[in-house]
């Protein structure tokens, strides 16, 4: 299974796991082009975000990936 690009942890991709498109949790959910923007050049189109990182950058408002954690811009 690939990991995230954003925390390394995996991504839970149902495509990945052999099975139908339609039940991977990423069609249930909008993952914010700003939490995307985040992603490494490199790792771009390499993997998907995992669900815990879209459910941080969502209640986080704007975020900054410094490393190995997320940092909230206040």
């Not at 669900?51 to 997320?70: D, L, M, P, Y």
């Amino acid at each position: 299974m690939k990991k995230c690009p954003l925390c390394g942890g995996p991504n839970g991709c149902a495509i990945e796991a052999g099975l139908a498109p339609h039940s991977c949790w990423c069609f249930r959910e909008r993952v914010p082009q700003s939490l995307l923007e985040q992603i490494p050049p490199e790792q771009r189109n390499q993997s998907c975000v995992c669900q815990n990182c879209v459910k941080q950058g969502e209640t986080a408002g704007a975020i900054h990936w410094r490393g190995s954690a997320f940092q909230s811009e206040k």
